[in-house]
């Protein structure tokens, strides 16, 4: 009897515990321009329920112009302003291209995923990413984005 209850109970853990699959979860990677540049082009790739949050810097009044370009269909983008997990932009049901003045000075997070139909299959998708950023803060006193990064930084390992 107690060999049949512990076999139950070592059964209902494994069903109930939380799974992490190397595949998936989201991965952060931070953005910085090159000293000088006011943005920035990402080549990356994602595949079944992987999430890549791109975060960079930028400032109220400035603009930041995010272009998307994925070989698959179902993958998109979000935009997810400082503080918050809800988005201003929505790639699924907006498009591929992001351009909008920004109301806060923070830390900005572009996410990158696929379409649950097509991570369920398990899908990769390749994509290219260009974001910038421009115009003049509104004067808060906030400083402004940092400028200096290594090309290799700015392209996700895979």
């Known amino acids: 009897m107690k060999h049949c209850v512990a076999s139950v109970l070592s059964a209902l853990m494994l069903v109930t515990a939380p799974v992490v699959s190397a595949e998936g979860g989201i991965r952060e990677q931070q953005v910085q321009f090159k000293k000088g540049e006011s943005g ?43 503080g918050s997990d809800e988005a201003i932009f929505i790639g699924s049901t907006s498009g591929n291209d992001f351009s909008g003045n920004l109301a806060a000075s923070g830390e900005y997070t572009i996410r990158v995923y696929l379409m649950r139909n097509a991570a369920r299959r398990n899908e990769s998708a390749k994509y290219t990413l260009d974001i910038g950023v421009s115009g003049d803060a509104k004067k808060s006193g906030a400083a402004a984005p940092a400028a200096a990064t290594t090309a290799a930084s700015l392209t996700p390992v895979h």
Not at 52 to 59: C, F, M, T
């Open 40 to 82: 920035a082009t990402i080549k990356g790739s994602i595949k079944g329920d992987q999430t890549v949050d791109y975060k960079l810097r930028a400032n109220a009044g400035q603009t930041m112009v995010v272009k998307f370009k994925p070989s698959n269909a179902s993958a998109y983008f979000n935009v997810l302003p400082p």
